[in-house]
């Protein structure tokens, strides 16, 4: 690893720490040596890096200092590309379109050497194929989650009967080909999934959901963890 690479990594490690991280954990980490650590330290020091603590103890690193924040590294480049041209392949028009703006946007303040990186990057999803038509528009579900309003739905399930549900939608659930809505269901009194192309009717309410959409998420992962 460069040692411009290992500085910026420590930076990172710090930054994302909220106790003292020592040498040596910092040396395991980027697979290095400890001394080379403390050589490190003190050069991001002397470039007025504001970090404190000491040999032994363990280093912080103030709060209001971060890098530029598109001094990427080549796998963060690529994760970036990944993460991008999946969401333009298997997402909604409106997030396809964004997801392809915001690599524009990144492409055209990377520093020069780096942009190879994500025209050409290393890692790439394969376009989704095959994909039903949602019965909703992702667009306005976005928003709606975002409100924290309720949504009506006419619902099919997998073996095509229909019912009418009254659900909080919590987040939308992106798989190779379909996309559902994670939601609380009145009528179930617990959390369901929804497949965007088995709502055959959606009508966005204008009743707010009770509580906190967050504090309900939250409950939701805790859940999926417990079941896992």
């Not at 930054?15 to 991001?44: C, F, H, M, Q």
């Not at 192309?197 to 805790?222: H, T, Y």
Request: charged share 30%; with cysteine.
């Amino acid at each position: 690893m460069r040692k411009a690479d290992r500085l910026f990594q420590i930076v990172q490690i710090l930054r994302r720490g909220t106790r003292p991280i020592t040498a040596d954990a910092i040396a395991i980490e980027l697979e290095t040596s400890k001394r080379s650590v403390y050589r490190d330290i003190a050069a991001l020091i002397g470039q007025r890096v504001p970090i404190r603590g000491e040999a032994g103890v363990g280093y912080v690193l103030e709060s209001g200092f971060d890098l530029p924040p598109l001094m990427l590294t080549a796998d963060e480049i690529d994760a970036v590309a990944l993460g991008a041209t999946w969401v333009a392949g298997h997402a909604d028009e409106s997030l396809a379109r964004a997801a392809t703006d915001l690599l524009a946007k990144i492409a055209a303040v990377l520093p020069e050497e780096m942009r190879p990186f994500l025209g050409n990057p290393a890692t790439r999803a394969v376009p989704a194929w095959d994909r039903p038509v949602d019965g909703i528009d992702a667009v306005q579900l976005r928003a709606w989650i975002r409100a924290g309003r309720k949504l009506r739905l006419d619902y099919a399930d997998e073996q095509g009967r229909a019912t009418q549900r009254v659900i909080w939608p919590l987040m939308i659930g992106y798989a190779d080909t379909t996309r559902v809505v994670v939601a609380w269901c009145e009528l179930r009194t617990s959390f369901r999934t929804f497949r965007l192309d088995r709502i055959a009717v959606a009508e966005f309410l204008d009743e707010l959901i009770p509580g906190s959409a967050a504090q309900l998420r939250a409950r939701w992962l805790k859940e999926v963890r417990e079941r896992g």
